[in-house]
């Protein structure tokens, strides 16, 4: 059942306490978390101890995405502070393979991130035990791009391996993600649907989250 991650790169981070609790009011599980360096991505954004400070004020899920040039080197201190998973960018991994292991290995859930750029046969090696796969539906670095439609095609390949190797990792997209195409996000098979802008750039988030819920879920079910 497909799932809405508000990130909290477009909440008001003076008020990120009260945004987040906010959305926690429309029933929601997880809490995408957007870590930026100012190299891997022209933006800085927050570290481990901005994840610490939240983890204590709520207990939803953080998936923390690594948008970063070396995440070998924070993965542990992430963990400590509160991440559940983990998301590591494909593209910044040279040992892709052993990052995604000690993700796991230090307790987290394990993705593995797609740039617009990239294809999904370079993740053909590891999906076999990584948690979740996540595509970059806008180049990463920043909220409230547009969203490139070709990133459904990657979920659907990605949709297709899972089903012929029969595989259980979770399908994520990221960016651009809004009520004009949460129904062909969700038809295409997503199961998490990262939502920034479009949830905490409205009057009321929590109604936002529960709105593309509904116009998500309506999309795929079948009416007889
Ligand atoms: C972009 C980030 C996204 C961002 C999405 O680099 O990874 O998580 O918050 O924001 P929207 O939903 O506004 O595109
Ligand atoms: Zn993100």
């Known amino acids: 059942m497909l799932e809405i991650l508000p990130s909290i790169l477009s909440a008001d981070f003076a008020r990120l306490g009260e945004d987040i609790h906010r959305v926690e009011a429309a029933g929601i599980r997880m809490l995408h978390v957007d ?15 901005v994840v610490k400070s939240i983890r204590k004020i709520t207990k939803l899920t953080l998936d923390v995405h690594l ?10 201190a ?13 593209e910044a991994c040279r040992h892709l393979d052993r ?9 987290a859930e394990a ?10 046969s370079t993740l053909d090696e590891v999906l076999d035990f990584v948690d979740y796969v996540l595509v970059m539906s806008v180049n990463p670095g920043f909220g409230g791009q547009k969203f490139i439609p070709r990133s459904l095609d990657k979920v659907r390949q990605l949709v297709r391996r899972r089903q012929e190797r029969g ?5 994520e997209i990221d960016g651009g993600a809004g009520p004009a195409n949460i129904g062909d996000i969700a038809r295409a098979g997503v199961d998490l649907v990262v939502a ?12 936002a989250v529960r709105d593309l819920t509904m ?3 309506d999309a795929v079910s079948f009416r007889v």
Request: net charge negative.
């Open 35 to 49: 870590v930026m360096d100012g190299h891997f991505v022209p933006n800085i954004t927050l570290g481990p101890p």
């Open 67 to 76: 948008m970063i040039t070396d995440p070998d080197q924070y993965i542990g």
């Open 78 to 90: 992430f963990v400590e502070a509160g991440a559940g998973m983990i998301s590591v960018h494909q």
């Open 99 to 107: 990052t995604l292991r000690s993700i796991q290995a230090e307790g």
């Open 111 to 120: 993705g593995v991130v797609l740039n617009p750029a990239t294809p999904v």
């Open 167 to 171: 595989l259980s990792f979770a399908i």
């Open 196 to 207: 920034g802008s479009s949830v905490f750039g409205t009057a009321d988030p929590a109604q």
């Open 215 to 217: 116009t998500a879920r």
